[in-house]
């Protein structure tokens, strides 16, 4: 479809199926390998997981929910549908969640970079020995802005290419394949010898670990990162719907699919990490967690190696590509939206401009760890609270049609109103308390004051 910005209709899904495997690509990638697995081990493991998928349960849900009913219903990226919903004062959150997009984007793209380089590598010559070094060398400085800079030119072509032509298509083509693959890994894993230490690691919880403030800021933000929550995201999909759709069991699918691919990741990763005694080096290597410990189990399971390395990095390779599609969408639907530019223009000079943000991310992991921890972790938390806020008092009432479709009972609608109302906002408020003192530490890093 060619289309001037001001006469032709606004693109949309080619179909329903499209539109889940859209959503779900956005929410399926790094952070359910990367940062999961790091993450879970780093706390409690299996009652970090089990926090985890209590609150995807209690305001996963019902925050997604919104925010597919919010795009449905004003069909217009997210800096234009709150004022339109909820009044003027609420456009400063629209673009709060264009800038949670640019940055998030702008170092998500760097560790996908990573990725892309550790396929290439595995595939041509075979990822080696010397694990923590490679991963030093991959890192940062001219290789990583390198990398970073090519997965920035696909995400931008893919975007470019529009709703159904671009995003959907992509999400099509590489959601199945990125499964497929994943399942085949977490087969393999059960076959090497120490998967059952792995699996004991992994799924046995330690339960003091639930009460552990830094835990629970790290599970939240974690649940909110890995859905595509609190930054308009799913807002912005939504609005590129047409016909009935039953919104709470989309976002009850999205939300499955999401925590199955992190749980299944989990699967795969702990029982190599125990079968070549990598535990140590997971804790030691924070951020670099996957990209340290599991090429060494890659390079000590012989010819095998090559072909599950390269598996690997290329499923991992597709995830993020599904998720940096829709970040860039945010901030793109917003400028076409806003003030009728051409989506191909928007698309390169914001993808440029985001490459170029970038460019500290690829030089310090420091840098990197703490943009994440400032606008993965806190700004989504934020951004999650205000949006629970503003569709549980601008919202509720215009949305009982739309949510008729999916919750034919009154009380069911009434209860997911009492989550959005009184459940998701006090909970999010005592998160962002208790991400203060890691998000003050993450801001004076950013600004050079210490580490
Ligand atoms: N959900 C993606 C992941 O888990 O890797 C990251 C992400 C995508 C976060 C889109 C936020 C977002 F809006």
Do not use: C
């Given at each position: 479809?060619?289309s ?7 693109d949309?899904?080619g ?10 690509g956005?929410?399926?990638g ?6 999961f697995?790091?993450?879970a081990?780093?706390?409690?493991g ?6 985890y ?5 209690v305001?996963?849900i019902?925050?997604m ?5 919010v795009g449905r ?13 909820g009044g ?5 959150l629209g ?11 702008s ?17 041509s ?17 001219l ?8 997965f ?16 959907e298509?992509a999400?099509v ?5 990125m499964?497929?693959i ?18 004991a ?15 629970i ?8 990162f ?6 308009g ?7 590129y719907?047409?016909g ?17 691919v992190?749980f299944m990741?989990?699967?795969?990763v ?5 079968t070549?005694?990598l535990?140590?080096q997971?804790g030691?290597?924070g ?12 390079a000590s ?14 499923m991992?390779?597709f995830?993020a590509?599904t998720s ?6 945010v ?5 076409v939206?806003?003030?009728?530019a ?15 943000i970038?460019?500290p ?10 943009a ?16 629970a806020?503003f ?6 009432d215009k ?13 069911m ?9 009184y459940?998701?906002?006090?909970i999010l ?5 208790l ?9 004076r ?7």
């Amino acid at each position: 479809m060619h289309s001037t910005p001001d006469s032709s209709p606004r693109d949309s899904w080619g179909s329903q199926a499209g539109f889940i495997l859209a959503a779900v690509g956005s929410a399926v990638g790094l952070g359910n390998m990367w940062r999961f697995s790091y993450v879970a081990s780093q706390g409690g493991g299996a009652a970090f997981v089990l926090l985890y998928l209590g609150l995807v349960a209690v305001i996963g849900i019902p925050l997604m929910t919104s925010e597919f009913v919010v795009g449905r219903l004003a069909q217009v990226s997210p800096v234009k549908a709150l004022p339109l919903l909820g009044g003027r004062k609420w456009t400063p959150l629209g673009w709060m969640f264009v800038f949670a997009g640019l940055i998030i984007l702008s170092y998500y793209s760097v560790i996908a970079g990573w990725t892309m380089r550790y396929a290439w590598e595995a595939v041509s010559s075979g990822l080696p020995k010397d694990t923590v070094a490679y991963f030093n060398d991959a890192a940062t400085g001219l290789p990583a802005i390198g990398w970073h800079v090519a997965f920035m030119v696909i995400t931008i072509f893919i975007v470019a290419g529009g709703i159904r032509r671009g995003i959907e298509r992509a999400a099509v083509i590489l959601m199945p394949v990125m499964f497929v693959i994943l399942a085949g890994l977490a087969v393999y894993a059960f076959f090497l010898t120490g998967s059952r230490e792995g699996y004991a690691f992994y799924l046995n919880p330690n339960l003091g670990a639930v009460f552990d403030p830094q835990i629970i800021g790290n599970a939240a933000g974690q649940a909110f990162f890995s859905l595509s929550l609190g930054m308009g995201a799913l807002i912005t999909f939504a609005s590129y719907l047409k016909g009935r759709n039953n919104l709470a069991k989309e976002a009850t699918i999205v939300a499955l699919a999401d925590f199955g691919v992190a749980f299944m990741a989990g699967l795969v990763v702990f029982p190599i990490v125990f079968t070549f005694g990598l535990q140590d080096q997971i804790g030691a290597s924070g951020l670099g967690a996957l990209f340290v410990s599991l090429p060494a189990g890659f390079a000590s399971m012989g010819a095998a190696g090559k072909f599950v390395g390269a598996a690997f990095f290329i499923m991992l390779f597709f995830a993020a590509l599904t998720s940096s599609i829709s970040l860039l969408e945010v901030v793109v639907s917003a400028i076409v939206d806003s003030f009728g530019a051409a989506r191909r223009a928007v698309a390169i000079t914001m993808g440029t401009i985001i490459t170029i943000i970038g460019v500290p991310s690829a030089l310090s992991l420091d840098f990197l760890g703490a943009a994440d921890a400032l606008v993965g972790n806190f700004l989504l938390i934020l951004g999650g609270f205000f949006t629970a806020i503003f569709v549980g008092y601008s919202v509720l009432d215009k949305a009982d049609a739309e949510l008729a479709i999916g919750l034919p009972s009154e009380s069911m609608r009434k209860a997911w109103a009492f989550m959005v109302r009184y459940v998701a906002p006090p909970i999010l408020l005592g998160v962002l308390y208790l991400l203060i003192a890691p998000t003050w530490q993450a801001i004076r890093t950013l600004v050079g004051l210490g580490n």
